[in-house]
């Protein structure tokens, strides 16, 4: 049982001292690889893991193809000005390849999980000789995926994987005691700018996590699309997490007088503290017109725009 620290009782500062500290005793000499993804979690930890270890920690950002529309330099240039060399890895033949093919949502988890750990990063761990991974794996991750309710991506202990024996590193996890909004004012307390530490939560298998049915790279540009209209309309809902969802089916729709066999996109925008439970955001009419007009005028192929009214549970936030 991991014991919780919730996001009220957190001392950043003593939080952080403590990490640093555990991380020292942990690594020792040796070298450790992160990836940062620029979500608060991995922002979070790169920080914690560079007072702790200095250079002898490798920060990677690997661009798997399905990242929002620009991330990978936003992200790169983010933690240059906080003093901290990301190198960015091409991975998209990888992560392409591995998904190919496949329609069920477990099993897209993982081979994503697959690729990320053994092939990707068992690679980067062989070529820079790095032998501890510090990842931002949060308590609620631990839950869901333990619970059996869905596979998360940077679940790998507590599901029983040897990290050591299966891929040839050890994990370290220095945010496994909070949730959210404990990580949060820890990256507040650890000097990220608030656009990052109060941004909005991206899943690590990214845009494949919102694509129902098979990924391939015409449904990634599509919902890469969805996904920059759905987020400069929502920016000021003050809602937790808002997201396109590119579903498998075409419906008919109809484009200058003619049958159009279109895309349909799914809208969810969510009501949450920490991702446990969550409940549609009550968003004005008006407003939902907007996106769906900007959603089948912007993006080709689009004749159908839902909006999720379903709360967490039964429903969960990401669609796959
Ligand atoms: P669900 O869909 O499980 O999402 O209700 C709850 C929260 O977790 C995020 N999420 C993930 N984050 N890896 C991550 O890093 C994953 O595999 C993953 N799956 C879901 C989701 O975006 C939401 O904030």
């Given at each position: 049982?991991?014991?919780?620290?919730?996001?009220?009782?957190?001392?950043?500062?003593?939080?952080?001292?403590?990490?640093?500290?555990?991380?020292?005793?942990?690594?020792?000499?040796?070298?450790?690889?992160?990836?940062?993804?620029?979500?608060?979690?991995?922002?979070?930890?790169?920080?914690?893991?560079?007072?702790?270890?200095?250079?002898?920690?490798?920060?990677?950002?690997?661009?798997?193809?399905?990242?929002?529309?620009?991330?990978?330099?936003?992200?790169?240039?983010?933690?240059?000005?906080?003093?901290?060399?990301?190198?960015?890895?091409?991975?998209?033949?990888?992560?392409?390849?591995?998904?190919?093919?496949?329609?069920?949502?477990?099993?897209?988890?993982?081979?994503?999980?697959?690729?990320?750990?053994?092939?990707?990063?068992?690679?980067?761990?062989?070529?820079?000789?790095?032998?501890?991974?510090?990842?931002?794996?949060?308590?609620?991750?631990?839950?869901?995926?333990?619970?059996?309710?869905?596979?998360?991506?940077?679940?790998?202990?507590?599901?029983?994987?040897?990290?050591?024996?299966?891929?040839?590193?050890?994990?370290?996890?220095?945010?496994?005691?909070?949730?959210?909004?404990?990580?949060?004012?820890?990256?507040?307390?650890?000097?990220?700018?608030?656009?990052?530490?109060?941004?909005?939560?991206?899943?690590?298998?990214?845009l494949?996590?919102r694509i129902i049915g098979?990924?391939?790279?015409?449904k990634v540009?599509t919902i890469?699309?969805a996904?920059?209209?759905?987020?400069?309309?929502?920016?000021?809902?003050?809602?937790?997490?808002?997201?396109a969802i590119l579903h498998d089916?075409?419906?008919?729709?109809?484009?200058?007088?003619?049958?159009?066999?279109?895309q349909q996109i799914e809208?969810?925008?969510?009501?949450?503290?920490?991702?446990?439970?969550?409940?549609?955001?009550?968003?004005?009419?008006?407003?939902?017109?907007?996106?769906?007009?900007?959603?089948?005028?912007?993006?080709?192929?689009v004749?159908?725009?839902?909006?999720?009214?379903?709360?967490?549970?039964?429903?969960?936030?990401?669609a796959?």
């Amino acid at each position: 049982m991991i014991e919780e620290i919730k996001a009220s009782e957190l001392n950043p500062e003593e939080y952080i001292s403590k990490q640093v500290e555990s991380i020292g005793s942990t690594v020792g000499e040796g070298i450790g690889i992160n990836a940062l993804s620029g979500g608060v979690d991995s922002s979070a930890v790169t920080l914690i893991g560079h007072r702790a270890m200095g250079d002898k920690l490798k920060t990677i950002f690997i661009d798997h193809g399905m990242m929002r529309e620009g991330e990978p330099e936003y992200v790169r240039d983010v933690f240059k000005n906080l003093g901290v060399d990301v190198q960015i890895i091409d991975a998209k033949a990888e992560f392409y390849g591995a998904l190919k093919g496949l329609t069920d949502p477990e099993e897209k988890r993982e081979a994503i999980t697959r690729t990320f750990y053994k092939d990707v990063f068992g690679k980067l761990v062989r070529d820079t000789g790095a032998k501890h991974l510090m990842q931002g794996t949060i308590l609620t991750d631990v839950d869901e995926t333990v619970a059996g309710i869905k596979r998360q991506h940077n679940i790998l202990a507590q599901v029983g994987i040897d990290t050591e024996q299966e891929f040839g590193y050890n994990v370290v996890e220095p945010l496994i005691h909070l949730r959210k909004d404990g990580v949060r004012k820890l990256a507040a307390a650890l000097g990220l700018p608030e656009e990052i530490y109060n941004r909005m939560p991206f899943l690590g298998p990214a845009l494949a996590g919102r694509i129902i049915g098979e990924v391939t790279p015409e449904k990634v540009a599509t919902i890469k699309q969805a996904t920059v209209i759905v987020e400069e309309e929502l920016a000021d809902s003050g809602a937790f997490q808002y997201m396109a969802i590119l579903h498998d089916s075409r419906v008919p729709g109809m484009r200058d007088g003619k049958r159009e066999y279109g895309q349909q996109i799914e809208v969810r925008c969510w009501d949450s503290v920490d991702a446990r439970v969550a409940t549609p955001t009550r968003i004005p009419h008006e407003k939902l017109e907007r996106i769906a007009e900007r959603l089948v005028n912007e993006v080709p192929e689009v004749v159908s725009v839902t909006y999720n009214i379903t709360p967490k549970p039964p429903s969960t936030m990401e669609a796959v």
